[in-house]
């Protein structure tokens, strides 16, 4: 469907420019609270990351749901899961995220979850927008206004639900390097893996609003590879600026995707016998996941892009697991959307039951070749029906055989073509995506001319 506003992940841009502007801010919590508000009022959970500029947003929206009846529950930084998990625990109508998840801090955005604890239907955002197209939206009685306060144990209750995912078990003489973006797990991951005997090494947990994501989290896994190796640690795990995605680095230093952590979690819940059903991926998903998962005997099937669209697949074909090789991985027994904490505890609950590492679990799992451009327009160019850039995937396609593929999407959060070749060889792959990117930036470039 077809939205104006909403991207993959809610609302998203750059802070001061339409839509990320107090202003839009406000009619939105005041056209979601119109949607969400009862007669009687409801309660809205809002959390952030740790932007400064989260501080503007939180704001706006707080007056936007008290001008429609709703009472906001203000959590401060927390991460995106927290927000999800703390709207089904608090019996919520809504809960609202402020983030702009692996950006850097000049970005930020507004999602929302259902009282669920689950992403927003394309129809129900569809809905939002239309009351903030029409210029219908109004004041309630003065009488009926929300009233907002803040709920100062929100860190503690999360820190205790992750544990609680990890049953029984302890993490007593292991070492983990952590590594929280300078983002929304900055206070809550360290508790959580300490609490449960690890011995914690931290390392991005010293927010300042503007230093979110930058140069280190899941999307800068390099500094948290040499911290393991120097401290010569048993592994470490790197949370986005949200605290939804998850990266972790072997006690070798190498690095594992979230298609990683899927397949071990995987192979160990079907010994379990806890796997019910299959896996779900994504059109990104490497392609060496769903022939390893393949040889265990495990379905796979793939979604669009967006632990949203792998969060309805799940919930149709009533599987447990799924996610995105970026390092959202969904565990539905457990959460209702992508938790880093909680994907990590279940790696480890692998790794403690089966008496391996991470690396030894990981040997049966062949990754091909993935070669990730990302192409930054400046214009409307559709790229994606572009006679040219067509013909190019196309003779990439054929080159390729049976042996690879291509994908080309627009991003949902960005103003970039994303293009993706996947092959065997390393080298051929880096420059049949270049000349895709190649096509694609000659082309837009002549349509502005």
């Not at 019996?91 to 992403?119: C, M, W």
């Not at 292991?174 to 449960?196: M, R, W």
Request: charged share 25%; with cysteine; glycine share 12%.
């Amino acid at each position: 469907m077809k939205r104006k506003y909403f991207g993959t992940d809610g609302v998203r841009g750059r802070v001061g420019n339409f839509p990320i502007t107090p202003d839009f801010a406000l009619r939105l919590g005041m056209a979601a609270g119109t949607v969400f508000g009862k007669k009687n009022g409801g309660r809205v959970i809002i959390g952030k990351d740790t932007r400064l500029s989260g501080y503007m947003l939180e704001a706006a929206l707080e007056s936007g749901f008290c001008a429609t009846g709703m009472s906001p529950v203000m959590l401060g930084p927390m991460p995106t899961p927290a927000v999800s998990y703390l709207t089904r625990a608090f019996r919520a109508d809504l809960g609202v995220v402020i983030s702009a998840s692996h950006n850097p801090y000049f970005d930020n955005g507004i999602k929302f979850f259902s009282a669920e604890g689950t992403k927003l239907p394309d129809e129900v955002e569809a809905d939002i927008e239309r009351l903030l197209d029409d210029g219908n939206l109004k004041v309630c009685d003065p009488s009926e206004f929300g009233h907002a306060y803040r709920q100062n144990d929100a860190p503690g209750r999360y820190v205790e639900f992750c544990k609680s995912t990890f049953g029984h078990l302890s993490l007593e003489g292991l070492k983990i390097v952590l590594d929280c973006a300078n983002g929304a797990t900055y206070h809550i991951a360290p508790l959580v893996f300490s609490e449960l005997g690890a011995e914690v090494i931290v390392m991005g947990a010293s927010p300042n609003g503007i230093n979110i994501n930058d140069g280190v989290g899941s999307t800068h896994p390099g500094a948290l590879a040499s911290r393991v190796l120097s401290e010569k640690a048993d592994l470490g795990l790197a949370f986005d600026g949200d605290g939804d995605r998850l990266i972790v680095v072997d006690s070798e230093g190498k690095v594992r995707d979230g298609d990683n952590v899927m397949y071990i979690i995987a192979r160990d819940r079907l010994a379990q016998k806890k796997l019910h059903g299959g896996v779900v991926g994504t059109l990104m998903t490497n392609l060496g996941l769903e022939q390893a998962l393949k040889r265990e005997g495990i379905d796979f099937c793939r979604s669009a892009v967006g632990d949203r669209y792998v969060m309805e697949l799940l919930l149709e074909k009533g599987w447990r697991l799924g996610g995105e090789n970026s390092g959202h991985v969904i565990c539905l027994d457990y959460v209702t959307t992508g938790d880093a904490i909680v994907s990590a505890l279940q790696l480890l609950k692998a790794c403690i039951r089966q008496e391996r590492t991470v690396a030894e679990l990981s040997k049966e799992l062949t990754m091909y070749p993935q070669d990730l451009i990302n192409v930054r327009l400046s214009s409307s160019f559709d790229a994606l029906n572009d006679p040219k850039v067509q013909k190019e995937v196309q003779d990439v396609e054929r080159e390729l055989g049976n042996r690879g593929r291509v994908l080309l999407r627009k991003s949902g959060t960005e103003p970039v073509i994303r293009v993706m070749v996947e092959g065997e060889e390393h080298e051929s792959v880096h420059n049949y995506a270049q000349r895709i990117a190649n096509v694609i930036v000659h082309e837009a470039e002549g349509e502005n001319a």
